[in-house]
Each structure stands twice: as C-alpha cells, then as structure tokens.
C-alpha cells in the first residue's frame, strides 16, 4: 500500500504544470474528445511508466545496498530541484494523421521519456523493490489525477502563479523523500 500511494502522490503532483498538462490541453482543444484522449494518456503511461518499474528493479537488485540508499537519496533531491525549472510548451501538430486516442498516446508516450516523473517512477522500483504492480499502478493514477482535471479546469487555474507554486511544492516533496531516503 506505501509503494502505491507514495507513487501516486509523487506522480500526481509532480504532473502539475508539467509538459503534459499542457499537452492534454492543447489535445482537448484540437480533438474535443476527452475519453480517448485519457485512453491514450492512460496506455502511453503503462508503457512508459512499466518500462521505467521494470529498469528500477532490476537496478534494485544490481546495485548494492548501501550505493542505492544514497543513489536513491541524491536522485530525489535532485528531481526536487529538477522541480523548480519549468516545462517548455509541447506543440501539438496542425494537422495529425491521428485519431485522438493514437495522437494521445504517442504524444505523451514520447514527451514522458526523459520526463523527472519516469526518472521519479524508476526511483520510486528502486526504493520499492519486487512491487511492480503498486509502482505502476501509483504512477498510472497519479498520472490521470494530474491530467484528468485540466480538461474541465484548465481555464480557470491554468495561471503562470498556480503553476509556480505547484512546482515549489512537488520540489519540497521531493526533497523530502530524498532526505527521508538517505537518512
């Protein structure tokens, strides 16, 4: 149940005024069909998110132990202060070949690899070793928590303030589960 939750909350919050806030908006804008564009939100995360559970348990059980605590340390703190620099907008082609769904799950696919919450999501296997399904489960709907209210909510808390003050917080999380990791 930690693993779950702790994964759904890093991710949750630390999708707040990322890339692919932005990205969901833009596609709800251009598509005006919000269940297959969370379709291919919701793949693209399994795919990406499942690779990255994957890569960080098999890191959990190449790295020695005591290497991991401070490797998993420094990689929360680092991603806490990742947190503080902000996204560049994704741009969303005029003209796709795609439905929704498929233009959806590329997209996100591609603008997650890479991304601070696959990296948080690796570290997050590491610190939760043999729990795949929670890992992935936690990030998946940490994942839709984030990018499911912008379809309805965007405009009216979509400001450069709310974004500024949702990373500070994502990068006190952070932070905190790093120092957490290494004492």
Same mark, same amino acid.
């Given at each position: ?60 059980g ?43 799950? !590329? *997209? ?13 999501? +690796?570290? /997050? =296997?590491? %610190? $939760?070793k043999?729990?795949?399904?929670p !890992? *992935? ?13 912008? +379809?309805? /909510? =965007?405009? %009216? $808390? ?18 905190g589960?790093?120092?957490?990791? /290494?004492?």
């Amino acid at each position: 149940m930690e693993a779950l939750f702790s994964s759904f909350l890093l991710v949750a919050l630390g999708e707040i005024g990322d890339k692919t806030q932005l990205l969901s908006l833009a596609l709800i804008l251009k598509f005006r069909k919000p269940w297959p564009i969370l379709a291919g939100v919701v793949v693209a995360t399994l795919l990406n998110h499942g690779a990255s559970v994957w890569f960080g348990d098999w890191l959990a059980g190449a790295i020695p132990g005591d290497w991991l605590r401070w490797i998993l340390g420094i990689s929360f703190i680092g991603l806490g202060l990742w947190m503080l620099i902000p996204d560049g907008d994704e741009k969303v082609d005029e003209n796709p070949r795609f439905g929704p769904f498929l233009t959806a799950l !590329v *997209l996100f696919f591609i603008a997650e690899i890479g991304d601070k919450t696959q990296f948080a999501t +690796i570290a /997050l =296997a590491v %610190q $939760f070793k043999d729990q795949f399904w929670p !890992v *992935l489960g936690g990030s998946t709907l940490g994942m839709i928590a984030a990018n499911l209210p912008v +379809i309805w /909510l =965007a405009h %009216q $808390f979509g400001g450069q303030r709310f974004e500024i003050w949702a990373h500070r917080i994502s990068a006190v999380l952070f932070v905190g589960f790093g120092v957490w990791a /290494l004492v």
